[in-house]
C-alpha cells in the first residue's frame, strides 16, 4: 500500500531527552513537511525539504532538527531545547516542489508527552 | 494580523441543513487554496481544491474571492458524517516554492 507512515503513534519522553520520530513515504514524493498541532490550533510548519540533502525552517524550528538524506525518510529530532514539547506531529508529503497545486498527504501523526 | 483566518466555530447544526464557511488571508499573492478536513485525533484529510471559477464536488462547494481575498466552503444535506474541523490552506510562493499555511480550522457539529 503506498501512503506515509509515522511512528510511533503515541511517544513518551522525560524532560531534557532528546528523541526522535519517524517519518516515511513510498509515494515517490519530493516535499516533505513536519508541523506541529496543539489542542484547539491550526498545524504550524516546523521543518520542510524539497529535494534529498535540503531542507528549510518553517515558522517554528527551535528546538528542533531534520535530515533528508533519503527521499523516502524526513525523521524529526525534538531537542530538549524544545520548552513545550508535548503536541501532535503530523507529517505530510506532496509531489511537486513547484507547482503550488499539489496536494499535501498526511501520515496518522505521533503524539509525544513529556512527562 | 493571521495570514489565513477562520471562525472557530463551533457550528451547531441539524441534519439536513446548509452550512457555509469562510476563510481570509492576507497576502494578495497567495497562489493555491485548499480545504481539509481533519477529525478528532487524527490527520488532515483532503476534502477539495479551490479553483478560480468555484469547484462543486457532491454536496460540497468551494468558492474563491481574490478581490476579497477569502475562500468558502458550502456543505449542503448536512449529515451526521460531516462532523469534524475543516481546515483552510494556503499556499504562497517563496523563493520557487509554495509554502503552506493553515488556518485554525473550523469546527462543525452536525445534530440529529
Known sequence: ?115 | RKEVEQDPGPFNVPEGATVAFNCTYSNSASQSFFWYRQDCRKEPKLLMSVYSSGNEDGRFTAQLNRASQYISLLIRDSKLSDSATYLCVVRLASGGSYIPTFGRGTSLIVHP
Open chain 1, 1 to 115: 500500500d503506498g501512503g506515509i507512515t509515522q511512528s510511533p503513534k503515541y511517544l513518551f519522553r522525560k524532560e531534557g531527552q532528546n528523541v526522535t520520530l519517524s517519518c516515511e513515504q513510498n509515494l515517490n514524493h519530493d516535499a516533505m513537511y513536519w508541523y506541529r498541532q496543539d489542542p484547539g490550533q491550526g498545524l504550524r510548519l516546523i521543518y520542510y525539504s524539497q529535494i534529498v540533502n535540503d531542507f528549510q525552517k518553517g515558522d517554528i524550528a527551535e528546538g528542533y532538527s531534520v535530515s533528508r538524506e533519503k527521499k523516502e525518510s524526513f525523521p524529526l529530532t525534538v531537542t530538549s531545547a524544545q520548552k513545550n514539547p508535548t503536541a501532535f506531529y503530523l507529517c505530510a508529503s506532496s509531489m511537486s516542489r513547484r507547482g503550488g497545486t499539489d496536494t499535501q498527504y498526511f501520515g496518522p501523526g505521533t503524539r509525544l508527552t513529556v512527562l
